[in-house]
């Protein structure tokens, strides 16, 4: 059986490579996804299809330079793995480069559940804008 840490870091692997298939492919079919903030993006989406939608809609917003690295090792406690990330941005006249914890659930070799944590929300609420 994959542990929570390798699904996580295979996960953050294509991640930073944007390997967007492979990042999928951790996803349980029905992963529910909780996005901070109040943006076009905030809430909980649920299901792989609807959470591929919402990292596709950064990617147009962004203009395909949304990128987001780990800036310290990966935690674990059980089913849960943090991960202290670092993102930027950019589009037409703005950037983005934030802070935060993305905390993921592992169940069965599949992350079934995801938090988002943000250091400034209201910096993402203003680059990623309403819907």
């Not at 076009?40 to 609807?50: K, T």
């Not at 930027?88 to 944590?117: C, I, N, Q, Y």
Request: aromatic share 8%; glycine share 10%; proline share 3%.
């Amino acid at each position: 059986m994959t542990t929570p840490l390798a699904v996580v870091t295979t996960y953050f692997d294509a991640l930073e490579a944007g390997d967007l298939a492979t990042v999928a492919d951790q996803f349980a079919d029905d992963v529910v996804w909780h996005q901070p903030g109040d943006n076009q993006f905030s809430g909980v989406h649920r299901g792989s299809d609807a959470v591929g939608a919402m990292l596709g809609g950064m990617m147009a917003v962004s203009e395909g330079t949304f990128s987001l690295k780990r800036n310290a090792p990966l935690l674990v406690n059980g089913e849960l793995v943090a991960a202290s990330v670092r993102w930027t941005a950019k589009r037409s006249g703005a950037e983005m480069d934030g802070t935060g914890v993305d905390l993921m659930r592992v169940v069965d070799g599949e992350v079934v559940e995801v938090w988002l944590f943000t250091a400034d929300p209201a910096q993402e609420d203003t680059f990623w804008g309403r819907s």
